[in-house]
């Protein structure tokens, strides 16, 4: 059983996400790129799950830019679903869900299921990223940010978090988890998901944690993996790995 998620109620979501990365060039180089590259390959996204959506950006981007058959977000803060939940700018079939994706009833099925620093902004970091490979389709692709270390990886939240009201400066703040993955852990964690991913690409670069982070770490590999499940059952063993990641991270 251990700890649980934190249901996040910090108004500060609402705040930041109502506002930013609520357009195309909003999001980082290695989001864009990663979605570019499914949809290079599939021709279109097809249906996307959005998994800690907060007030639905990534949405209304990947919308403009690519061919979308419907969008559904879900997030453990309630005040940023509400917020989404009245966005007018999708002219594709949208729902919002208000929960935790580890409890979620819904098993539906979606060719994209993106995780945008969500799975290591929480506790139950292998739970959440189980469940959003569960709701993949056959054939169709997890998206997850991963921040990347060479070193010891973190999923402590007392040794490394991040303020949730972005100035650190309130009294009685909100902190969520800052989970730090080693490279070779990630890549071990990835491979031994059920059933097997058929594909393990990542691109990333490295950059500097967040000013509103307190970590162990100087610099970071600020990485996007797409995960590939495979399209028949029973599930292929081969599994391919396309990995942009600077080198000395596994040396
Ligand atoms: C750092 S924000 C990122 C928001 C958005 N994905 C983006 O990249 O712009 C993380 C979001 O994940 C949500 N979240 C965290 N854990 C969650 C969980 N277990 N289920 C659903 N949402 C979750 C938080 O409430 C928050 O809105």
Redesign the pocket.
Known sequence: MGEK????KSKQ?LE??RS??RTWDE?YPS?RWVFQKIADEKGLLGDVL??????G??GAALSCKFPLNSYTG????KD?IDWASRETRLQIPTRFTA??????ASKEEYDVV??????D??I?TK??IS?CWERVRPGGYFVS?LRLTSEKGVNNIKKSF?Y?NFSGEEEDPEV?NYVVFNVKEAMSALSELDPAPTLIGAYGYWGSPSPTAVTLYDKLIFSVFYIKKGTEKPYPHEMAAELRLPLEAFL
Not at 5 to 8: F, G, P, R
Not at 50 to 55: L, R, S, T
Request: charged content about 15%; some cysteine; hydrophobic content about 40%.
């Open positions: 998620n934190i249901e996040y979501i930041y996400y930013n990365r999001f989001e959005d998994v800690g959506c907060a007030c950006g990534l879900i997030d453990i803060n940023a929960g935790d994706i580890v409890c979620c993106a995780s945008l620093s969500c799975v902004w929480n139950k739970d959440i469940a940010s991040q949730v969520a």
